[in-house]
């Protein structure tokens, strides 16, 4: 059964392969991440989109035949500014703290609050109801949940923990993994909202509205098309009397050259020099990167503790705020620290 919700399908498994670490001619590490539409990838370095193979092994073939005939530069900007696709050069802690990114981001800590402060919305909590307590302190706290696969979906579950009310909103033709769901997924109410369509962006619109969090995990600025990124947002709650706090999660942080990639946990860990330390202390001078998902929990505890930080400190100054989040500062903050 494959792992996609969109797609019950026994050889599903096969299309969703994204892990791959390469060194061309220069000894550099590429990593690519296809995420769940592996076609961009493939065309992104020549490959058809379906090709029979007996084995996992056998399937492994092309891909190492056409990436080791790619620099890995050349990799990054296929994959990144043609075909905006997930991937990575594997750095070293040091090259990336070197890197103008590395620089960019290196006083940044595990999340950033950003004030936007507006005389309309006064200083205030959510409404009370019966069910706030002091095991779900956050009960009657109103959150859309605009994420997908861990790290974001994190940070809402997180809330619906604490109380808060979730309403995760996807669309039919989005994929995602279903076999997540059973974690990642309870506490939420969900919902499906085509923003391709005007009249699905107008419930959205009143979702927002009557929320006081909105939480987002997709390819930076993408949703800003459909009035949903941090500035329609904001324009859109400026005239209510209460602030909204605008969460949003990406991989590589929302400063420096590198904040437009996207990117999932394997893409920061290669990035920051996780994965060659990962290597390295199994006794090989070449990245490995961790199949277990420590960075993206991490950004989803980081982003919960930044949300409840702007939700505190618009109860004291009113406004609306920005929480940002990201992976790559999270790694980068521990880098930083020698921890």
Not at 163 to 189: C, E, I, Q
């Amino acid at each position: 059964m494959s792992t996609q919700l969109w797609n019950i399908d026994p050889k599903g498994d096969a299309i969703t392969a994204a892990a791959l670490v390469k060194g061309d001619r220069r000894l550099m590490q590429y990593f690519p991440n296809c995420g769940l539409n592996p076609d961009p990838t493939l065309e992104s370095i020549g490959l058809p989109h379906d090709m029979d193979a007996v084995s996992a092994e056998e399937s492994y073939k092309p891909f190492m035949e056409k990436m080791s005939q790619i620099d890995s530069k050349e990799m990054q900007r296929l994959a990144s500014d043609i075909h905006c696709q997930a991937g990575t050069i594997c750095w070293t802690t040091e090259e990336y703290q070197q890197s103008e990114h590395g620089k960019a981001n290196a006083r940044i800590g595990l999340y950033e609050i950003h004030a936007h402060q507006n005389s309309n919305q006064k200083a205030g909590w959510w409404p009370d109801i019966p069910q706030t307590s002091a095991l779900r302190p956050l009960a009657g706290l109103k959150v859309v949940d605009l994420t997908r696969i861990i790290a974001g979906p994190t940070i809402t579950r997180g809330l619906a923990e604490l109380g808060a009310s979730v309403m995760r909103v996807t669309a039919p033709h989005l994929s995602d993994y279903s076999s997540l769901h059973v974690d990642f997924n309870w506490g939420k109410w969900n919902s499906y909202l085509d923003f391709r369509e005007k009249g699905d962006c107008e419930r959205m619109r009143a979702l927002i509205l009557e929320a006081d969090v909105v939480v987002t995990g997709y390819r930076p600025w993408v949703l800003d098309k459909f009035g949903f990124g941090q500035e329609g947002i904001l324009e859109l709650c400026k005239g209510r009397d209460r602030g909204i706090v605008y969460v949003r999660e990406n991989c590589y942080g929302w400063g420096g050259p590198w904040a437009y990639r996207s990117g999932w946990q394997q893409i920061s860990d290669a990035c920051c020099g996780v994965s060659m330390e990962f290597g390295r202390a199994m006794g090989n001078d070449e990245p490995v990167t961790p199949v277990f998902p420590n960075s993206d929990f991490c950004t989803g505890v980081a982003g919960i503790v930044g949300t409840i930080g702007a939700l505190l400190r618009r109860a004291k100054d009113g406004g609306s705020y920005t929480v940002d989040a990201s992976p790559c500062n999270r790694l980068n903050t521990g880098n930083s620290a020698n921890l």
